[in-house]
């Protein structure tokens, strides 16, 4: 876990303001549009376009993408549940915390911004910050750009306190241990389901891709992946592979992705396939539409019979327990 600080915090108890950071989502069909402005303006995504183009870009990528985007969160209810989820999550924290801490949630790409989040715990008297992104492994594409949205709203709210930021948490014990109980939830499912059957299950981790421009230019993201994978997969007894989703455009990402590896498995045989989700600490779009919808029919017309996929951590109330733990480590630094 690799933390950064920022200013001197002097000793004793102090009121520490704890920002809970995410990309967000559209919480409603009427936000779809906006979010993904939102989201493809940001220069962290849209590497190396200059600003009135890159605007003119995400626009136009909004008005395109829109109507399939919305077509999406109507299957899934109208709307991403991320909100919900990490809403549940930062309860769930605060019950595990005294009353000089105090959590607020803030989003790259939607509301509450990070900017609302740091204004109230602003107003609350924090007198130091910790910015914790709910992505275990730091990409400038996630974590990253949450955290320069946070330094540029701390100027815009002209308040200087100093801070922390926690970059990542790959292999957290406490995360790759609760992870690993989805994989081992999931899999005992499908053991069961087999019976006395002999035929093989196979455990694929799906994480969210990367544009290779991004990670040929040194960005860590798929370290961070191997180190979750490697945590997690010991003692796996069942054969496993790693694969990408999400990918967007026309350009190279990280390999493989999740259709030709789904495509590949079912062309080996393999006819019960069960789909981890990596990098993903609630449900979403990802999770919900393309694990569960999208590529669950794409194993189905491959010839896959039998096909899972592990819960997100959503409400489960370990999760905040490992939040907790990671933010302990944190304040001892």
């Known amino acids: 876990m690799r933390i950064v600080n920022a200013g001197r915090v002097k000793s004793g108890r102090v009121k520490t303001g704890v920002a809970l950071l995410n990309f967000g989502g559209p919480w409603t069909l009427n936000d779809v549009k906006p979010f993904l402005y939102k989201l493809f303006v940001n220069p962290s995504v849209l590497v190396g376009v200059p600003a009135p183009l890159r605007q003119l870009l995400a626009f136009t990528i909004a008005q395109v993408k829109g109507p399939s985007s919305i ?7 109208g709307g991403s549940p991320q909100l919900e989820w990490t809403e549940v999550q930062a309860a769930g924290l605060r019950e595990l915390l005294d009353d000089s801490v105090r959590i607020e949630i803030g989003m790259r790409s939607a509301e509450p911004s990070i900017e609302c989040a740091l204004r109230r715990l602003k107003e609350w008297g924090a007198e130091k910050l910790i910015l914790l992104p709910l992505f275990p492994h730091y990409s ?12 540029d709203a701390l100027k ?5 306190p100093p801070f922390r930021e926690i970059f990542n948490w790959p292999d957290h014990d406490g995360y790759t241990g609760l992870l690993r109980r989805t994989v081992d939830e999931v899999v005992a499912e499908a053991e069961y389901e087999r019976g ?18 991004i990670v040929n230019s040194g960005d860590p993201y798929p370290f961070d992946i191997k180190r979750t994978i490697k945590a997690v997969t010991r003692g796996l007894e069942h054969p ?10 026309r350009l190279p990402w990280l390999q493989p992705y999740l259709e030709d590896e789904i495509k590949r498995l079912a062309k080996e045989g393999v006819r019960r396939l069960v789909v981890i ?21 794409l194993a189905r ?23 907790r733990s990671i933010l302990a480590e944190a304040a001892s630094c």
């Open 71 to 77: 077509r999406s969160y109507k299957s899934i209810g």
């Open 140 to 151: 400038t594409t996630t974590s990253g750009t949450c955290f320069h949205e946070a330094i």
């Open 156 to 160: 815009r709210l002209n308040w200087n």
């Open 196 to 213: 006395k059957a002999s035929d093989p299950i196979h455990i694929l981790f799906s994480a969210h891709s990367l544009p290779m421009k």
């Open 240 to 249: 496993w592979s790693l694969c990408f989703q999400s990918r967007n455009g």
């Open 277 to 297: 989700p990596v990098s993903f600490v609630s449900d979403h779009i990802e999770t919900l539409y393309e694990l569960d919808q999208l590529y669950a029919d």
């Open 301 to 323: 017309e491959h010839g896959v019979t039998h096909y899972y996929r592990a819960r997100a951590f959503n409400g489960d109330p370990e999760f905040p327990r490992v939040l």
